[in-house]
């Protein structure tokens, strides 16, 4: 197989390119520009929100952050609006009940440094979680829960990467 001389040049364009951009990625949670993000991310308090789903968030945040433990500094505050709605979108025709569910949670939040009063970061972050639906009351409330803790670690997922990824462009 020969290669014409147009197909090296364009390979060879292909590897200067590669090479050249191979030095704009940097990995997240690397200390290559001389932040440390983990320790960033664990100077950050989780102000706790309302209701249970709130709870559920917070802890999960708190421990997404800093591994469940005391930060050992407040250099950042993290607060968080959430907002539940439940649907239920398949109706049991013979005993008129709901037979699934859907919860869906969005969050509103952002990140203030402590010594500025600058946003770090905010936005929205959003799931939804389904869950079935029985003739049996506990089951549901249990189901329910579960849905909204699923969501709920979903959703720190989430809002840790995007917060690694602002302190990551800021540092």
Not at 124 to 144: G, L, P, V
Request: some cysteine; proline content about 3%; hydrophobic content about 40%.
């Amino acid at each position: 197989m020969s290669l014409s001389r147009a197909s090296i040049s364009r390979w060879a364009s292909i590897a200067f390119a590669a090479v050249g951009l191979s030095g704009c990625f940097q990995p997240l949670y690397g200390s290559s520009s001389g932040t440390d993000i983990g320790r960033e991310m664990a100077a950050i308090t989780v102000t706790p929100a309302p209701d249970r789903a709130g709870y559920y968030l917070s802890k999960e945040l708190t421990f997404a952050l800093n591994g469940g433990g005391e930060s050992p500094g407040q250099k950042y505050r993290l607060t968080v609006n959430v907002h539940e709605r439940v649907t239920t979108p398949l109706i049991d025709t013979v005993s008129g009940r709901a037979s699934a569910a859907i919860l869906a949670i969005d969050v509103d939040y952002k990140l203030v440094s402590t010594i500025n009063s600058d946003v770090v970061a905010s936005g929205t972050a959003f799931t939804t979680e389904s869950y079935d639906r029985s003739s049996q009351r506990f089951a549901n409330i249990r189901a329910a829960r579960d849905a909204e803790i699923r969501g709920a670690k979903v959703i720190s997922d989430q809002i840790r990467t995007r917060i690694a990824a602002a302190l990551k462009t800021r540092g």
